[in-house]
């Protein structure tokens, strides 16, 4: 059992629509992390939520955005798709801000975008 | 801007064999590091990771791996790998190193192991 929640497990979007991603962080934990991982490379960072606001942000467009809400779960949306957004969509939970509490990642979801 | 290569995308062994597995980061100064696991069909879990102190650091299913500074390096070592150590490796540095959340993946090296 990971802890950290994602949905859907997997969808299917057509070029220039839109989607929306969720995710419940593990028990216990206030911060969420976006990722993208595309075909055989490593995650890449989209941008991180604490107490919701956006905290950090990778080298991502604003098609890209998010949101947390009280109870600490996560959306990512992402407007207009691209081909290139199919991707594995990781989420992240850690408690707080700081550097000593490790990332727990979820399953993830997998978009494809024809 | 801070970037990690791991040069090993596919490494191949056999049972009881070592391990040894590259990484290198770009940019000096205060880093925080890790390794990550992901086991087919699971989610990326954490192996080990390093913030300071001694350089040499142990994780977890008898994996360690060794902080270099001069070098720029985190390789992750086992002794003997074991079937059960199939799976894909991922080397992370925290980027700023001051605040956590986001990491700068390597690309990652898939591990087989023959039994």
């Known amino acids: 059992d990971a802890g950290v929640t994602q949905s859907p497990t997997h969808l299917i979007k057509t070029r220039g629509q839109q989607v929306t991603l969720r995710c419940s962080p593990k028990?216990?934990?206030?911060?969420v992390s976006w990722y993208q991982q595309a075909l055989g490379q490593g995650p890449q960072f989209i941008f991180q939520y604490y107490e919701e606001e956006e905290r950090q942000r990778g080298n991502f467009p604003d098609r890209f955005s998010g949101h947390q809400f009280p109870n600490y779960s996560s959306e990512l949306n992402v407007n207009a798709l691209l081909l290139g957004d199919s991707a594995l969509y990781l989420c992240?939970?850690?408690?707080?801000?700081?550097?000593?509490?490790?990332?727990?990642f979820g399953n993830g979801t997998r978009l494809t975008v024809t | 801007a801070q970037s990690v290569s791991q040069h090993n995308h596919h490494v191949i062994l056999s049972e009881a064999a070592s391990l040894e597995l590259g990484c290198n980061y770009s940019y000096g100064g205060t880093v925080n590091l890790f390794w990550y696991v992901q086991y087919p069909g699971q989610h990326l879990q954490l192996l080990l990771k390093y913030f300071s102190g001694d350089p040499l650091v142990k994780g977890i299913k008898g994996f360690e791996a060794e902080f270099i500074k001069s070098k720029f390096s985190f390789n992750l070592r086992k002794p003997s790998v074991q079937w059960s150590d199939t799976a894909e490796y991922f080397c992370a540095v925290n980027d700023p190193p001051n605040q956590g959340g986001k990491l700068i993946f390597g690309q990652g090296t898939e591990l087989s192991v023959k039994p």
């Open positions: 028990s216990g934990h206030d911060t």
């Open positions: 992240a939970s850690s408690s707080g801000l700081n550097i000593g509490s490790p990332l727990h």
